[in-house]
């Protein structure tokens, strides 16, 4: 029987990480099978217990159950730990359940390798202050920017991670109504572009700068990156490549081997999944 992998989540459907672990499989020669489960909202902690207790080697956890698997594992990454989410499962030879977060690798590793941008130095302003910035958080401090400005419209939750965070690196808190410019890097991790809206921030917050990035990714780009490109902000890019590089960071904690992700990457964007 080939080991077993596979993504959980509430909805699942659409979940493009089963093509792209048979991808990674399929370059790296692992034998390996990674499929989708959607959990009933209430049967999280079962259906991770019935996978692992049926010889599952590793899963991957995506909304609503990242906080879930945190609470499930016996022992998680520092990262993960300091997310407060794990997206990443997976038990070790003596029997204990691991949980980690790519999350944070995966968009530092989308920047810094598939879009050749260092973030060292540099003034990053990371908008929204839910789970998904606070899993990205530990791994952008740790590239050794100026400064992390986090932004959200409640001004409470954004001061509650520049507390967490406040021993990583140079981190602040602001609401969005007291946003200038002058960032190299902003970061958009709210989730209005699922509804194809934009935060209500300054133009003049991404006019200057070089690399307007938004975690969230859709076909014909996302509303955020249509608007900050009209206010001119030099480049953008959306989350696909962070997914793939999320994915490939799981793939290498469970396998031991590092896929190439480009041409996984450039098989999405050419529409070919």
Not at 74 to 82: D, L, P, Q, V
Not at 119 to 139: D, E, F, T
Not at 195 to 217: Q, R, T
Not at 237 to 259: K, N, T
Request: aromatic share 8%.
């Amino acid at each position: 029987m080939m080991d077993q992998y596979a993504v959980v989540g509430n909805p699942i459907a659409h979940s493009k990480s089963p093509k792209i672990h048979a991808l990674f499989a399929k370059e790296t020669g692992q034998v390996m099978d990674y499929t989708a489960i959607q959990a009933p909202l209430d049967e999280f902690f079962g259906v991770v217990a019935a996978f692992f207790e049926h010889g599952g080697k590793g899963l991957n956890v995506t909304v609503p159950f990242k906080e879930q698997a945190w609470q499930i594992a016996e022992r998680r990454s520092s990262a993960a730990e300091k997310a407060g989410a794990v997206n990443t499962l997976w038990r070790d030879n003596d029997g204990v359940l691991w949980g980690g977060n790519t999350d944070g690798p995966g968009l530092v590793r989308d920047i810094t390798t598939n879009l050749n941008y260092s973030l060292k130095r540099k003034r990053i302003l990371v908008l929204g202050a839910g789970g998904a910035v606070r899993g990205v958080l530990q791994p952008i401090l740790e590239t050794q920017p100026a400064a992390v400005i986090i932004a959200n419209r409640t001004r409470r939750k954004a001061d509650d991670l520049a507390t967490l965070f406040a021993g990583q690196g140079p981190v602040e808190a602001v609401d969005f109504s007291e946003l200038g410019g002058d960032f190299d890097v902003v970061i958009n991790g709210t989730s209005a572009s699922l509804e194809g809206d934009v935060p209500p921030i300054s133009p003049d917050c991404v006019k200057g700068a070089s690399l307007v990035y938004d975690m969230m990714y859709a076909p014909q780009g996302t509303a955020f990156l249509h608007w900050a490109e009209a206010q001119g902000a030099a480049r953008g890019a959306d989350g696909l490549g962070m997914l793939v590089e999320q994915a490939a960071e799981a793939f290498f904690i469970w396998r031991g081997v590092r896929p190439q992700t480009a041409p996984v990457l450039d098989a999405l964007r050419s529409f070919t999944l």
